[in-house]
């Protein structure tokens, strides 16, 4: 089984730190796993699995266990991803009304007490320290191809520093060489921690594998950040790095031996870990890797029986909270019958029959289309419906590399082409069905567009809001935005997250974001 190379059952433990207390960073079991390495260096794999487990699990008993000290149902990362980077922006609305998520959905009275804020914010702050710790031990045992585990290592890290710098845009900077530190660590800018990703993946860029176990980072993975990173620069640095992000991403699309899947919805399917597209999975199994937060969010989140046959898409379970808004399935049609008939492959993935194209209440199930482009079912083969989804979140995938190539071109920068661009554009249109475009067409409105219509539900949409400077403001309004029915204009604050308040307690040299 594809999942069980990765994700065999981890007995291994890290120890359970302080998410919210950035000071405690001492590695509680440095010594067992220095032990354990040196009888069995082949146990590394193992306690890999556990690091790479850490975006898209709550715990290592199953899916009603955390590692951390929250919620273990509301809490993995990956749910966390979906929550602050899909509700919050145009495409996707939650209709719950859990305390906090509401503010989510509506981009409206954010504060540092909202429990999904420090939610993404405490996951960040598990997972590095237990990099670190890891690294720590790497450098006084021996495992099997050591360098390229080491170098994973700190792709995970640089990964989960990633999501820090984009949501809250600062934090406290925590190394192997600060293990352990007795006093509050100083406060690290957004350029600081920027500068410090920038280096750790160009120093592991050629030290990752060129190929690795499924779900396991390669070059490709590494660069793929790196390109994620410097695309976004100018809004984390005010400095523009588009000519840098075009670099490394024609990198991962020469180089990294991916190719379009001639089927779309193969890759949101129950079977998609043989999809030759997706670059990185967060893996989920529905026996040996159940979480709440892992694709299982995102397909039983979005179904409900009241209007939909849960088994059409490999379901025991319908949770009735997720469903697109106009802003998504708008970028198919004007209105329902457009949409029904459009040529486009991706806009026929919602479910319409008893619902309204108008989101009035995003409250009300029957209020916009659910979106149907996850689902637990297979694509190639009959399986049957579980709990739990056995779908993998493509997290990177080539759709993603060859549209970010298209933008940083349009944007300017220097070793592109553009009919490269456009060609790498009509690739991902023609796979789904919709008509060519030429080079006329391809403005930074359009690549935003398309982006929507392409990577909708997989943890982008914030992002590219705020890189395409749509979020923010009143230039562009879509439903329930600054929680109104037709959108209205919401300050430039939004832009970051606020620091938790529970971290802000822990350490006292963390300052809020400004309008907070």
């Not at 659910?370 to 979140?393: A, E, G, I, V, Y």
Request: proline share 4%; aromatic share 12%.
């Amino acid at each position: 089984m594809k999942k069980l190379k990765l994700f065999s059952i981890c007995i291994l433990f890290f120890g359970t730190l302080s998410c919210t207390d950035d000071l405690n960073t001492e590695p509680l079991v440095e010594l067992s796993l220095q032990q354990l390495l040196q009888e069995d260096p082949n146990a590394i794999t193992g306690i890999m699995s556990k690091l790479y487990g850490s975006f898209a699990l709550s715990g290592a008993n199953g899916p009603g266990s955390s590692d951390i000290s929250d919620d273990a149902g509301e809490s993995p990362f990956l749910r966390g991803i979906i929550n602050l980077q899909e509700f919050t922006a145009d495409g996707m609305k939650n209709r719950w009304g859990d305390d906090g998520l509401d503010q989510l959905t509506t981009t409206s009275n954010w504060d540092a007490n909202n429990k999904f804020f420090r939610y993404l914010y405490n996951r960040a702050f598990y997972t590095i320290p237990q990099c670190n710790n890891l690294l720590a031990v790497l450098s006084s045992v021996d495992v099997p191809n050591e360098e390229a585990v080491v170098s994973e290592v700190r792709f995970l890290r640089s990964l989960a520093y990633f999501y820090l710098i984009d949501c809250f845009g600062k934090g406290v900077l925590l190394t192997e060489d600060n293990l352990g530190s007795a006093t509050p660590l100083p406060q690290s800018s957004r350029q600081e921690l920027f500068n410090f990703v920038e280096s750790e993946l160009l120093a592991i860029e050629n030290t990752l594998p060129d190929t690795n176990q499924y779900g396991r980072a390669n070059k490709a993975v590494g660069r793929m950040l790196l390109s994620k990173l410097y695309i976004n620069a100018e809004v984390y640095t005010g400095t523009p790095r588009y000519t840098e992000a075009l670099t490394f991403i024609s990198k991962v699309i020469t180089e990294g031996g991916y190719s379009l899947d001639p089927n779309f919805e193969h890759i949101f399917s129950g079977d998609n870990h043989t999809s030759p597209e997706i670059i990185y999975p967060l893996i989920a199994d529905a026996l040996v890797s159940q979480s709440y937060g892992n694709t299982t969010y995102l397909v039983n989140g979005s179904l409900n029986s009241a209007t939909m046959t849960l088994s059409d898409y490999g379901a025991t379970e319908g949770w009735g909270g997720h469903r697109a808004s106009k802003a998504w399935y708008g970028l198919f049609g004007a209105n329902a019958g457009e949409l029904a008939s459009s040529p486009d492959q991706r806009a026929h993935l919602f479910w319409t029959s008893g619902h309204t194209y108008e989101m009035t209440d995003y409250r009300e199930w029957e209020n916009g289309y659910p979106s149907t482009k996850f689902r637990n079912s297979n694509f190639f083969s009959s399986s049957s419906p579980t709990s739990f989804s056995s779908t993998d979140f493509p997290l990177y995938r080539l759709a993603d590399a060859y549209l970010m190539y298209a933008e940083c071109v349009v944007r300017g920068a220097g070793g592109g082409s553009v009919s490269q661009a456009v060609n790498y554009v009509n690739l991902v249109r023609a796979r789904a069905g919709a008509n060519a475009i030429s080079a006329g067409d391809l403005t930074l409105d359009f690549i935003l567009d398309e982006r929507g219509r392409e990577l909708m539900f997989e943890g982008h949409r914030r992002t590219d809001l705020i890189r395409f400077d749509k979020f923010a403001g009143g230039s562009y309004l879509w439903p329930w935005k600054g929680n109104t029915l037709n959108g209205a204009s919401i300050s430039t604050n939004y832009k970051l997250f606020p620091i938790p308040q529970q971290a802000l307690e822990a350490n006292p040299n963390l300052t809020q974001n400004p309008g907070y």
